[in-house]
């Protein structure tokens, strides 16, 4: 037991310190023969004992060396101040006086605002931080049905600066529309007619009735212009330019256009919702209203080719005007306007 402990003796730094034990007489001897054992070792190695790091001591450094270093850094430091001392002239030195804020009751904001500017250098630009928006394209589409002249009046009454293009159709007029503001109302001849002296702009056939977008329209000065003209001088003046087309002409001006127009496709709640819409207008016969729900079927397909879906409930127009409203707000707020090409 005694020889164990004398054993473990050397090695206590492994572990908490043992009980130390008094060593008998004639272990101590051996004690002294392990210890030089243990010196020769760590002579004549690298380490004392492999895998374990050796202490690190920190490099001797003398006093001179530390007054040395601190007198560098203190010289530094008072570079520094020099070269801030020099960037400032005697007559600007004298303009900084301590500020000392005023209660606002008693504050001079005119002078603050002078001192401020004073301060930096230069006046306070009056510019505004956004440019003013590009005006817009808006072309406007959905089913029959869904209420697209009832959202673009209401639209036309609400918001200012838009210019609404007019277009020609041959369908029978209904109650409450009026020639040459919601469409130009001709006969089939003289829609063919136009057709043939290549007056449109675009056209379709839609539920058996010809529309398309007029070449020539009527002008603020009620001169006959070009359609594009029209819509050149529209856009030069801010306004925004509303087009309502069918799902046809939307794809014939989405390849003429491209993405410098926003189209946005208006659609009822469902199409039970859309189907009791066109019972209820008494304008159409059973046959005609067989063609045109198949028809509002197929063109529901095409949504996804446009930029925005409006959905016109009935008993909520307004709610469906403030989304357009919305969409032309959201994009006037674009960084990256789109760059109209007609």
């Known amino acids: 037991m ?10 206590h730094h492994f572990g908490p310190p043992p009980t130390r034990t008094p060593l008998s007489s004639s272990a101590r001897p051996c004690s002294m023969i392990f210890r030089r054992l243990l010196t020769s070792l760590a002579r004549s190695q690298a380490a004392p004992f492999p895998g374990l790091p050796r202490p690190i001591s920190p490099p001797a450094i003398s006093r001179n060396t530390v007054l040395s270093r601190l007198g560098f850094f203190a010289r530094r430091r008072e570079g ?12 600007e030195e004298a303009k900084r006086t301590p500020f000392v804020p005023l209660p606002p009751s008693t504050a001079d904001k005119a002078g603050l605002f002078k001192r401020l500017e004073a301060m930096l250098g230069s006046p306070f630009s009056s510019d505004p931080f956004s440019p003013p928006p590009n005006p817009l394209i808006l072309v406007v589409s959905g089913p029959s049905g869904v209420g697209k002249d009832a959202v673009i009046k209401r639209l036309l009454e609400v918001r200012d600066g838009l210019h609404f293009v007019v277009t020609a159709t041959s369908r029978p007029q209904r109650p409450g529309e009026v020639d040459g503001k919601d469409y130009y109302f001709v006969s089939k001849e003289e829609f063919l007619s136009m057709i043939e002296r290549d007056e449109l702009l675009e056209h379709a056939i839609v539920y058996g009735d010809y529309k398309g977008i007029p ?8 001169e006959v212009l070009s359609a594009l003209c029209l819509i050149r001088d529209y856009l030069a003046k801010g306004f925004d330019i509303v087009l309502r087309v069918d799902i046809q002409g939307a794809a014939t001006l989405r390849s003429v256009l491209g993405d410098s127009a926003v189209f946005i496709f208006l659609v009822a709640e469902s199409e039970e919702a859309l189907v009791k819409r066109l019972v209820s207008r008494k304008t159409e016969t059973p046959e005609m209203l067989l063609i045109r729900v198949a028809t509002a079927r197929e063109e529901v397909r095409h949504m996804k080719e446009f930029d925005y879906v409006v959905t016109n409930a009935e008993g909520k127009l307004n709610n469906a ?3 357009v409203e919305s969409i ?5 707020a674009r960084i990256h306007s789109r760059n109209i090409r007609i």
């Open 328 to 332: 032309i707000d959201a994009e006037k």
């Open 2 to 11: 005694d020889k164990a402990r004398f054993l473990m003796g050397p090695l």
């Open 215 to 222: 070449k020539k329209q009527v002008g603020t000065c009620f």
């Open 80 to 91: 520094i101040r020099s070269l801030l001392m020099s960037l400032s002239s005697p007559a």
């Open 321 to 323: 005007v403030k989304l």
